[in-house]
């Protein structure tokens, strides 16, 4: 019998493997799971350390399975603009810190529509906190950006009659009015954050403070996710991989990369370490909801005139698609409106293989490469009978709920909103979901979108009743989506997302069993301490 690194007893770890099933104990070695089950068989096995867990109930290690991490590491330096419910009071925000700014004032995290004037701020207004200081703001969704003028200086945009840019507003007299939405982000603003994101030192430092957070998150694992096309890298692998050697990365990172890699070195998804590895490239369709920007079929119930904003063709997708499946690279794409998931399922259905096959699990197997769609929000019925026939995955954040109950109806009418985020639906039909926050967009943690996923509420209990109710998920298949099937997007589900003799000894343990509390409490619930490898990366 070998002898263990670090036995884990009398607990109650939920497994994950089947609704129900818990083990007592969990031995560790060399990183993986050897033996999971009784306490007795446990403490039989000789090991290095033995630790009581004093009865508190577990689950496999949380993954995210899509955060901008640099990002979300970088907003917490930025005014935090989320509160604001006016125009005025950003102005004001912003001013309170103007005479701190060393170089450009930054903030983040602005909901148009909890702004009375019901829209984003503009360049002149943004000129009133600074004339001399340029000052970029971001909405929550990060899909726009808006600046004042002496930012604007910064950049190549032109009056309307120069260039008219369907991803730019412009004032009546065709002046530029500092909103720059969608893919003009990258093409306009790609030199500022160029020259911003170029020490490389920097980010690493900002990465370094931020990764614990997420361990305290419960976080085992976290798709590290690339930003819009053209900007700056954002992910890199040196910065991960020198944590890993100094030993002081706490979580699992799974790059998944917006710019294109060399391709002459044929990266395949899976390239990399354990703890740092390759996923997929990340391609953007469409906008947000709460922008108006994500693309619709039918217009928008609150703005008639727009129906969002789409990047590619179905013959441009194709080619990113196949480019990527001849590669050896799978895709995930940026997908909200129902216009979007149309595109990608013309587009999908003529690179990747048909399977007939209603298990997802099977299906997804069966494919030499599988297709990410990322979000799913807004569908309509038919897309179902087409994406259970390919082997996709749903990479969904529940959590947007949090937010979109407050402002569905709106943006999509009563008779669209059935369609919204029908988590119950994809999993009725073998649609495999998995789940991440879009952080810095929603907050990195699972506790939240599991609640939201099984109560169809945002944190507060509104709706009463909840938003399409009859989409409500159990709490086992939305914690399903954070671990067991997590594990899937980054083709590991044999080393992880379960408690298993053989995959990763990554677990965490709650103060409460999340399987017998109110669900309107989950997001109440406390990660106590949270293991990777068998080594404990925090506890409180």
């Excluded at 702004?115 to 929550?140: A, Q, T």
């Excluded at 217009?299 to 727009?306: G, I, L, M, T, W």
């Excluded at 073998?430 to 945002?458: E, H, K």
């Excluded at 997007?489 to 003799?501: A, L, M, P, Q, R």
Aim: glycine share 8%.
């Amino acid at each position: 019998m070998i002898r263990a690194d670090k036995t884990f007893y009398n607990g109650k770890i939920y497994t994950m493997n089947n609704p129900g099933e818990t083990v007592e104990a969990i031995v560790a070695y060399d990183g993986k799971i050897v033996f999971a089950g009784s306490n007795e068989e446990a403490l039989a096995f000789p090991a290095k350390e033995k630790e009581d867990l004093g009865g508190l109930a577990g689950l496999p290690g949380f993954t995210d399975t899509h955060i901008h991490v640099f990002m979300d590491c970088l907003y917490k330096s930025y005014v935090d603009l989320s509160g604001a419910k006016s125009v005025a009071e950003i102005v004001e925000l912003m001013k309170a810190h103007a005479d701190s700014a060393s170089g450009w004032l930054v903030g983040a995290g602005i909901f148009s529509e909890n702004l009375k004037e019901n829209r984003f701020p503009r360049r002149y207004e943004l000129d009133e906190i600074s004339l001399d200081i340029p000052v970029m703001l971001s909405s929550h969704c990060g899909h726009i950006t808006m600046v004042n003028s002496k930012a604007l200086s910064h950049t190549t945009i032109v009056r309307r009659d120069e260039y008219d840019d369907e991803c730019l507003e412009y004032y009546d007299d065709g002046e530029p009015n500092g909103v720059i939405m969608e893919t003009a982000q990258g093409k306009y603003l790609s030199a500022i954050l160029d020259s911003s994101w170029n020490d490389s030192a920097y980010m690493k430092s900002l990465i370094a403070a931020g990764l614990p957070a997420y361990s305290k998150n419960g976080h085992t694992t976290l798709h590290a996710v690339g930003l819009m096309p053209d900007t700056p890298p954002s992910e890199h692998f040196d910065q991960y991989f020198e944590l890993e050697r100094r030993d002081e990365l706490p979580v699992r990172i799974v790059i998944n990369p917006s710019e294109n890699l060399p391709w002459t070195l044929r990266p395949l998804t899976g390239f990399g370490t354990d703890m740092v590895r390759l996923g997929s490239k990340k391609i953007f369709l469409d906008g947000s909801m709460g922008g108006r920007t994500a693309a619709l079929l039918e217009p928008y119930s609150d703005a008639p005139d727009e129906k969002g904003i789409i990047t590619h063709s179905t013959e441009e997708l194709k080619g990113l698609f196949q480019e990527a499946y001849d590669a050896g690279l799978e895709v995930s794409i940026h997908v909200i409106g129902d216009a979007a998931m149309q595109r990608v399922l013309d587009a999908a259905e003529q690179v990747y293989p048909s399977i007939d096959e209603k298990d997802p699990v099977k299906r997804l197997k069966k494919s030499d490469r599988r297709l990410r769609v990322v979000h799913a929000m807004i569908i309509k019925p038919e897309h179902i009978e087409r994406l259970k026939k390919l082997p996709i995955i749903l990479d969904v954040q529940p959590g947007f709920l949090h937010s979109d109950v407050h402002i569905a109806e709106d943006r999509l009418g009563a008779d669209r909103l059935k369609y919204l985020m029908p988590f119950k639906t994809y999993i009725d039909n073998g649609i495999l979901l998995t789940g991440g926050s879009d952080a810095p967009v929603d907050p990195p943690i699972p506790l939240n979108g599991i609640q939201c996923a099984v109560t169809r509420q945002d944190l507060n209990g509104f709706p009463e009743g909840g938003l399409q109710a009859d989409e409500a998920v159990s709490v086992y298949e939305a914690v399903a989506m954070y671990t067991k099937n997590a594990a899937f997007c980054s083709n590991e589900e044999d080393v992880k997302g379960t408690i298993s003799v053989g995959k990763y000894a990554d677990f965490i343990l709650l103060d409460r069993d999340v399987f017998e509390i109110d669900a309107k409490d989950i997001h109440n619930v406390k990660v106590l301490q949270t293991v990777v490898g068998g080594d404990t990366k925090w506890k409180e």
